[in-house]
C-alpha cells in the first residue's frame, strides 16, 4: 500500500519508574501507520506493545511516563496536545480496545448508556439519537436483537458479545484509527475468528486504519498487512506480512516462526526460543536478544543494533540480519545443526 | 462517668457546722430548742421576691441524679427529697445548724404522758398549693398512711414505736408510741416530710402499678403541697420545674420565682454548665474539680464538714474463704488504714477522720475512743498474729464502679499491703454490689460511702446495724425474723454484759433499745460510749473519716445556707 | 423476585427475631443481680417489704409466666408503666417523648458523617499520598480513635466555657418549639457522634476508590475521552460506593451506640439516656420495650441496606429474580 502515513511514531521512549530500577518499557520505537491498513505489532507479553499503544494514546500513568518521542498524528506532535485536546481525540478520532472484556465494561451501568454517552460526548447527538446510534451500532456489531438488548447490564452478555460491545463502543464515533490490543487473547478460537472477521468488515465499511497488537501470529497472517515485531521494548523487525513470513530476517523473528506449530512438519516437537525475556530494568548489553540469539557473535554484546532497512520496506535490527534466507527452505553453510534446530521443512 | 450517688437513709439537708451543734444533739430534753436557731427565713435581709419585677428570676441548679417520685411517704433517697422538700414542708425542720425547728406545727413539743405521747399543734393559717385549707384530718390522713402496713411505705422505720395517730382538737394531732422514745422529733425530720391532702393519695384500687410504690402524687404533686415553691412539671432525664408560691405561710421567702433543677449524671457537664452559667448552683461535685473551681473567679465555693462517712463494710458471716469473719483480721484491717493519709490523697485534706462511728469532738463519742490511735501498724501486726497469719492473707473488696471510691480502696490497698494484707479490688455496678452486699453471704469487704440525714447519734448507731434480716455487715442474732438464708454470726456479747444473750448483736440490739427509751442523759451516754467502744473493739464496720460537703455557685446567686445535715435553699436570691 | 415481595419476605422475619431477642432480654434480667424494688427500696429496706413488692410487680412468677403476661399485651401495643423511671408513666409515652431528639441527633449525625466522609475519602484517593491525602488520613483516624464522648467533653469546654455559647453546653428544644435553637444545640452533639462515623465511612471510601480506580472499566472510560471528573464522580463512585453503603447501614448500630454517651455528655434527655436509666434502676418494663424497639430499628436499618443495595449492584437484582 502506498498511501500516506497517518500516524507516524518515532523514537517514542516510555519508561517507569519502580522500586526495582527503571523499566524501559518502550526504548526507541518508531513506526508508521498508513491509511486503510492493518498493521500488527507482534511480541511477547511484557515486550512492550501494550505499552506503545497506551504511549500513543497517552493513557500512560504514574510510575510510567513518556520520555522522548513524537505521534505525528495529522501533522500535529500528539504529545504536545494539553490533557483537555487529547480527551477529544481519544474515542473520537483515535480509539483502543482492550484485551479483557469481562472486565473492561463498567458492571453498574447499561452497555447502551455506556456507549451512548461517548457518543454524547463527542457528538451533538441528543439523547435519543445517540440512543438509536447505539442500537444500530449493536446490530454492526452482530449483537442479535439489539433494541432489546441495549439496556441490559454487561453480566447479561457473553465474553464474546462484551467484546462485541467494547468494538461498538470504539467505533461509535466513526474513529480513524482503531488500536486493538489483544483483543481475542481472552477468548475462544472459535470466536477469535469471528471478531476479526468483523473487525476487517468495520474496517473496510467505515475506512478504518487499525493497530492489532497481538502475540499470536496466526492473527497477524489472517488479518494484517503490516507487521512490526517487538522484543525487550525495541521494534526488532518491520516489513509486510507476506514478506515476513516468507522470509523473517531478524533472528527473533525466525524464532517465533519456528515455534509455529506447522502441519506438514514432520518434527512432533515445538521449538521455543532458548532462554527468556530479559528484566527490562536490566537489559543486556549490546543487542537485547543476544543471550538467546543462535547467531550471536562477540560485535552483538556491544553493538546496540538499530533498526535499518535490509530491503525495500524492510528493517531489522540485527548487524546480522542480511545474509539469511528463510531458515524453514534453506540451510546456510555456516549453520551448525544442533544448535539451530533443525528444523527442515521440504 | 456518672457520679450517681444515690444516697438511703438520706434527707436532702447537709451540712452541720461541726463543733457547736454536735454537742447540743443530744437525746433527751432536745426538745428544748423549739423555738431557737430555727430557719434562715427569719434572718433573710429586707425584699420579698425577688430579682427585678419584669423579667422571671430562675435559678438553676444542677443535679446528678434524677428523683425518683414526689410523694413524701415514698422517698428512700436524697434526690428525691432534696426537691420534694421545696414543695412539701416538713413537720419538724432540722436546721442548717442541726436543730430542731417548727416546721409546719406551731412549735417542737415535748413528751407528754409520761413520755408515752406527742402533741403536734398545727399553725393557722396553712394552704394547699390548690389552695385548700390545710387541717388536722389532712395531717392525720399523711401520717397513718406511712404508718398503715398494707401501703409498705418504704419510710415506715423511720416513724419507729409510734403505735396510732389521734386528734386532740381541731389543730393537733397526738401520736402515741408504744415506750419511751424521746427522739422522735428528730427521726421525724426525715420520717414526716410534708402533709398531704385527705385522700389525695389515691385509694388501692385507684392506683395503677403496685402499693407503696406509686400513689397519686409520685409524678405530678401539682396542687398536693404546701412548700415554698409549686410543682410545675418533670421532664425524666431532663429537669424539675418548681415556681414560687406566692403564698407560702413565711414571709420574705422565697426570693427567686422560679428553680430549675437540672439533671445531669455527668460531672463534667454539670461542671462546664456552671462555668458557662447555664447553671447557678451545684452541690455534686468532685473533690478533684473543687480545687479548680476555687481558683475561676466567677465562681463562689463552699465547704463544711460533712455528714457523709467513708466506711468498709465487713461481712461478719462464717463463709467459704471469708477471712473477714475472723475479729482479728478484721481488727488489723483496722489498725493498718491510715484515714489522715486518705483525707490528703483523695479529698484535698478536707474532711474529720473518724474515731469510731460519732463524730471524735462530741461529747456523744466515748473518751476512749477519742484518746485511741486508729493508724497503728504495730498493732495491726499483732491481731494479725492472733489470727493465725502472721504474714498477712487476702481479701477481696468491692467498690461501685465509675466512682471516687476506686482511688481510696488504692490508697488503703497500699496503706494494708506494708503489713502484709493484699487487697483485690472488684469494682461492680451499683446495684450489683448491693445485692451481692445486703444480700448474699459471699463477699469480704466493700467500700462505700453511706450518709444520715439525723444529727443524732443513736440513729446512727442504728441505722444500718439493727435491724436483723439486713444490715450493713451481715450481723445476725437468733430469732424468728431472721430469714433462712442467715445464720447469726459476730462476736459474742461483752463479757460484763448483765443478762442473757445468744450473741453480741443480740446484746446490741437490746442495749440500744434501752438507751432509746431511758430519759436520763448521763446514763444514755454511758451506754452509747459503751456500744460505740463494742463496735470499735470488734471491727465490726471500719469507719473512716467524715468527707465534707461541697457547693459551688456563681456569683451572682447569694444566702445559700450550708449545713453539715441541712442546706436551706429557700432564702437563695439571685441578681 | 420483585423487589415488593423481597420486602416482604424480611418483614416477615422481623417476628422470630424479636422474639428471640425479648426472650433473651427477658432472661438476661432474670438473671441479672439486683432488682427493681431492691433498688427502689434501698439496700436497707425490711425485707417482706421489698417481697410485698416484688410481688406485685410479678416478679415472684415463673419465667414464662411472666413472659407470657408481658408479651400478650406488648403484642397488642401495651407495653406497661415505668416502674422506677418514672413511676406510673406509660413506657410509650416515655419513648414517644424521646424519640423525635434520638432521632434527629442520629440522622444529622449520619449525614455529616457521610457529607464529610464520602467526599473526603474520594478526595483521598484521587490525590493518594499527597498532603490532601496525608491531611485527611490523619483526620479519619483521629476521629477513629477519639471517644465520642471526650470529644463532646472537649467541645463542651471549649465553646461552652470558653466561648460562653449559651447553646454550647448542652439541653434542647423542639424544633416545633425553635427551629434554630433546636438545631444550635445540636450542632456539638452531632459534631461529636458523627466525627468517628466519617472517619471509618472516609477510610472505606477512600479504600474503595482507589481499588475501582484501578479496574479495566476506568481504563476503558478514559480511553473514550471521557473527562477525569466524570470518571472519577461517575464511573468510580458508583461501584466503590456499593460496599460503602453496607458499611454505613451496620454502623447504625455504632450510632445508636455513640447516641447513648452523647446524649450524656451534652445532657440531651433522648432514647438513649433513658436507657441508661432505665438499666441502673432496673426498670424492666422501660428496658424491654426499647430493646425491642431498638430491635426493629435495626431490622429496618439492614432491611433498607439490602433494598440500596440491590438498587445500586445490578448483578444482586438479577439475581434476585431468578
Known amino acids: 500500500m502506498t498511501s500516506e502515513p497517518i500516524l507516524e511514531v518515532e523514537n517514542l521512549v516510555t519508561q517507569f519508574h519502580t522500586d526495582e530500577g527503571v523499566v524501559k518499557a518502550v526504548d526507541g520505537n518508531s513506526f508508521s501507520l498508513h491509511k486503510g491498513e492493518v498493521l500488527g505489532i507482534v511480541g511477547e507479553s511484557g515486550s512492550g506493545k501494550s505499552v506503545t499503544a497506551m504511549s500513543v494514546m497517552q493513557l500512560i500513568d504514574k510510575p510510567g511516563y513518556i520520555k522522548a518521542g513524537t505521534v505525528r498524528y495529522k501533522g500535529e506532535d500528539l504529545l504536545e496536545k494539553s490533557k483537555a485536546e487529547m480527551r477529544q481525540i481519544r474515542g473520537n478520532d483515535i480509539a483502543m480496545m482492550f484485551q479483557d472484556p469481562m472486565t473492561s465494561l463498567n458492571p453498574v451501568y447499561t452497555i447502551g448508556s455506556q456507549i451512548s454517552r461517548v457518543i454524547r460526548k463527542h457528538t451533538d447527538a441528543s439523547k435519543p439519537e445517540a440512543r438509536d446510534r447505539t442500537i444500530e451500532l449493536l446490530g454492526d456489531v452482530g449483537i442479535p436483537e439489539p433494541a432489546a438488548r441495549v439496556d441490559d447490564y454487561p453480566h447479561q452478555f457473553s465474553g464474546g458479545m462484551r467484546q462485541r460491545v467494547l468494538l461498538a463502543m470504539a467505533i461509535s464515533c466513526d474513529p480513524e484509527i482503531l488500536i486493538a490490543d489483544e483483543p481475542t487473547t481472552a477468548l475462544d478460537v472459535t470466536i477469535e475468528a469471528q471478531i476479526f472477521e468483523l473487525i476487517d468488515r468495520l474496517q473496510e465499511k467505515y475506512g478504518m486504519s487499525v493497530i492489532l497488537i497481538t502475540h499470536d501470529l496466526g492473527v497477524v497472517a489472517g488479518s494484517c498487512d503490516r507487521v512490526a515485531v517487538v522484543y525487550a521494548g525495541r521494534i526488532v523487525e518491520r516489513a509486510g506480512v507476506e514478506e515476513l513470513f516468507e522470509s523473517p530476517r531478524h533472528p527473533y523473528t525466525r524464532g517465533l516462526m519456528r515455534s509455529i506449530p506447522n502441519l506438514r512438519s514432520s518434527e512432533s516437537r515445538l521449538t521455543p526460543i532458548k532462554g527468556q525475556i530479559p528484566d527490562l530494568t536490566a537489559l543486556p548489553s549490546g543487542c537485547s536478544f543476544h543471550p538467546r540469539c543462535v547467531h550471536a557473535t562477540e560485535e552483538c554484546t556491544q553493538r546496540d543494533p538499530e533498526l535499518r532497512a535490509v530491503e525495500t520496506n524492510r528493517e531489522a535490527a540485527c548487524i546480522h540480519a542480511l545474509g539469511y534466507s528463510n531458515p524453514a527452505t534453506t540451510r546456510t553453510a555456516t549453520d551448525s545443526a544442533a544448535t539451530d534446530g533443525g528444523v527442515s521443512n521440504e | 462517668m456518672a457520679s450517681n450517688i444515690t444516697e438511703y437513709d438520706i434527707d436532702r439537708r447537709q451540712f452541720l457546722a461541726l463543733t457547736g451543734a454536735l454537742s447540743g444533739a443530744s437525746l433527751a430534753g432536745c426538745t428544748g430548742n423549739s423555738d431557737s436557731g430555727g430557719g434562715s427565713g427569719t434572718d433573710s435581709t429586707g425584699s420579698s421576691g425577688g430579682g427585678s419585677s419584669d423579667e422571671t428570676v430562675r435559678l438553676n441548679v444542677a443535679i446528678a441524679s434524677e428523683p425518683w417520685n414526689f410523694d413524701p411517704a415514698l422517698w428512700a433517697d436524697t434526690g428525691s427529697s432534696a426537691i420534694g422538700s421545696l414543695i412539701y414542708d416538713e413537720v419538724i425542720e432540722l436546721t442548717p445548724d442541726s436543730e430542731l425547728a417548727p416546721g409546719l406545727v406551731k412549735e417542737v413539743p415535748k413528751p407528754t404522758n409520761d413520755g408515752m405521747a406527742f402533741d403536734y399543734e398545727l399553725r393557722d393559717g396553712l394552704q394547699f398549693h390548690n389552695g385548700d385549707e390545710v387541717t388536722v384530718e389532712d395531717f392525720k390522713y399523711s401520717v397513718d398512711w406511712i404508718l398503715n402496713p398494707d401501703n409498705n411505705s418504704p419510710i415506715r422505720r423511720r416513724i419507729p414505736n409510734v403505735e396510732g395517730t389521734e386528734i386532740v382538737d381541731d389543730r393537733t394531732l397526738r401520736l402515741n408510741l408504744t415506750t419511751q422514745f424521746s427522739t422522735l422529733n428528730w427521726w421525724l425530720t426525715r420520717g414526716l416530710e410534708g402533709i398531704v391532702q385527705k385522700g389525695s393519695r389515691g385509694s388501692a384500687s385507684e392506683r395503677e402499678g403496685p402499693t407503696g410504690i406509686a400513689t397519686n402524687l409520685t409524678t405530678d404533686p401539682s396542687g398536693a403541697g404546701t412548700g415554698p415553691f409549686e410543682f410545675v412539671e418533670w421532664n425524666t432525664n431532663e429537669n424539675v420545674l418548681l415556681k414560687k408560691n406566692e403564698n407560702y405561710w413565711k414571709e420574705g421567702i422565697p426570693k427567686v420565682d422560679e428553680i430549675n433543677f437540672q439533671i445531669m449524671p455527668e460531672d463534667s457537664t454539670r461542671l462546664a454548665n456552671l462555668r458557662s452559667g447555664t447553671t447557678d448552683l451545684t452541690t455534686s461535685i468532685p473533690d478533684k474539680d473543687f480545687e479548680s473551681l476555687k481558683g475561676d473567679p466567677s465562681i463562689k465555693t463552699g465547704t463544711v464538714p460533712g455528714n457523709t462517712t467513708e466506711v468498709l463494710y465487713l461481712n461478719l458471716m462464717e463463709a467459704e474463704g471469708n477471712p473477714m469473719s475472723n475479729v482479728n483480721n478484721r481488727r488489723a484491717v483496722q489498725w493498718g488504714i491510715d484515714a489522715e493519709e486518705i483525707l490528703d490523697e483523695i479529698f484535698y485534706g478536707r474532711g474529720v477522720a473518724q474515731q469510731g462511728l460519732w463524730y471524735p469532738d462530741s461529747e456523744w463519742t466515748s473518751p476512749k475512743l477519742k484518746e485511741m490511735k486508729m493508724y497503728d501498724q504495730e498493732k495491726a501486726r499483732r491481731e494479725l498474729e492472733k489470727a493465725g497469719n502472721p504474714d498477712g492473707f487476702t481479701f477481696e473488696m468491692l467498690i461501685t464502679k465509675g466512682s471516687h471510691l476506686k482511688d481510696q480502696g488504692v490508697v488503703i490497698q497500699n496503706q494494708l499491703s506494708k503489713i502484709g494484707i493484699d487487697v483485690e479490688i472488684t469494682t461492680l455496678e451499683k446495684s450489683a454490689l448491693f445485692d451481692q452486699v445486703y444480700n448474699t453471704t459471699d463477699w469480704h469487704a466493700a467500700l462505700e460511702n453511706w450518709t444520715n440525714a439525723v444529727p443524732v447519734v443513736t440513729y446512727w448507731l442504728s441505722t444500718g446495724f439493727v435491724p436483723n434480716d439486713r444490715n450493713h455487715n451481715n450481723w445476725h442474732h437468733a430469732s424468728p425474723d431472721l430469714p433462712d438464708r442467715y445464720a447469726p454470726s459476730g462476736p459474742p456479747a461483752p463479757e460484763d454484759a448483765e443478762g442473757d444473750f445468744s450473741n453480741g448483736h443480740d446484746w446490741y440490739v437490746q442495749t440500744l433499745k434501752k438507751a432509746q427509751q431511758t430519759a436520763d442523759e448521763q446514763e444514755q451516754k454511758e451506754i452509747v460510749y459503751r456500744l460505740q467502744e463494742y463496735l470499735v473493739e470488734n471491727a465490726i464496720q471500719i469507719d473512716i473519716a467524715y468527707s465534707s460537703r461541697l457547693a459551688a455557685w456563681s456569683d451572682s446567686v447569694s444566702d445559700y445556707q450550708m449545713g453539715s445535715f441541712a442546706s436551706d435553699i429557700r432564702p437563695v436570691t439571685k441578681d | ?322
Open chain 3, 1 to 322: 423476585m420483585s423487589t415488593a415481595r423481597f420486602i416482604l419476605k424480611r418483614l416477615m422475619l422481623i417476628v422470630p427475631v424479636l422474639f428471640g431477642v425479648s426472650v433473651a432480654v427477658f432472661g438476661l434480667l432474670h438473671i441479672a443481680p439486683g432488682g427493681p424494688a431492691a433498688v427502689l427500696l434501698g439496700p436497707l429496706q425490711n425485707e417482706q417489704i421489698i417481697q410485698e413488692v416484688r410481688s406485685q410487680l410479678g416478679l415472684d412468677k415463673p419465667f414464662y409466666v411472666q413472659y407470657w403476661l408481658w408479651a400478650s399485651s406488648a403484642i397488642v401495643g401495651d407495653l406497661g408503666t415505668s416502674w422506677t423511671v418514672q413511676q406510673g408513666t406509660p413506657v410509650v409515652d416515655l419513648i414517644k417523648s424521646r424519640l423525635l431528639l434520638t432521632f434527629e441527633l442520629a440522622l444529622l449525625a449520619q449525614l455529616l458523617a457521610v457529607l464529610i466522609g464520602i467526599p473526603a475519602g474520594i478526595i483521598g484517593a484521587v490525590r493518594q499520598n499527597k498532603p490532601a491525602d496525608h491531611l485527611s488520613r490523619i483526620g479519619a483516624l483521629s476521629g477513629i480513635s477519639i471517644p465520642n464522648f471526650w470529644l463532646g467533653i472537649v467541645l463542651i469546654m471549649v465553646f461552652g466555657v470558653t466561648f460562653n455559647f449559651d447553646w454550647g453546653t448542652g439541653g434542647w428544644i423542639s424544633p416545633f418549639e425553635d427551629p434554630v435553637a433546636n438545631l444550635q444545640h445540636l450542632i456539638l452533639p452531632v459534631i461529636a457522634l458523627g466525627t468517628a462515623r466519617a472517619a471509618i465511612i472516609q477510610r472505606m471510601t477512600r479504600s474503595e476508590m482507589l481499588e475501582t480506580m484501578n479496574q479495566d472499566y476506568i481504563r476503558t472510560a478514559r480511553a473514550m475521552g471521557i473527562s477525569e471528573r466524570e470518571v472519577i464522580l461517575k464511573d468510580a463512585t458508583k461501584n466503590a460506593l456499593i460496599p460503602v453503603v453496607t458499611v454505613i447501614g451496620i454502623g447504625i448500630g455504632g450510632l445508636l451506640n455513640g447516641a447513648v454517651l452523647t446524649e450524656t455528655v451534652f445532657n440531651l434527655p433522648g432514647l438513649g439516656k433513658l436507657f441508661i436509666t432505665a438499666i441502673a434502676r432496673r426498670d424492666f418494663e422501660v428496658i424491654r420495650a426499647l430493646v425491642l424497639f431498638i430491635t426493629c430499628v435495626f431490622v429496618f436499618a439492614n432491611l433498607s441496606v439490602d433494598v440500596l443495595y440491590a438498587y445500586l449492584n445490578p448483578k444482586i437484582r438479577e439475581d434476585g429474580g431468578n
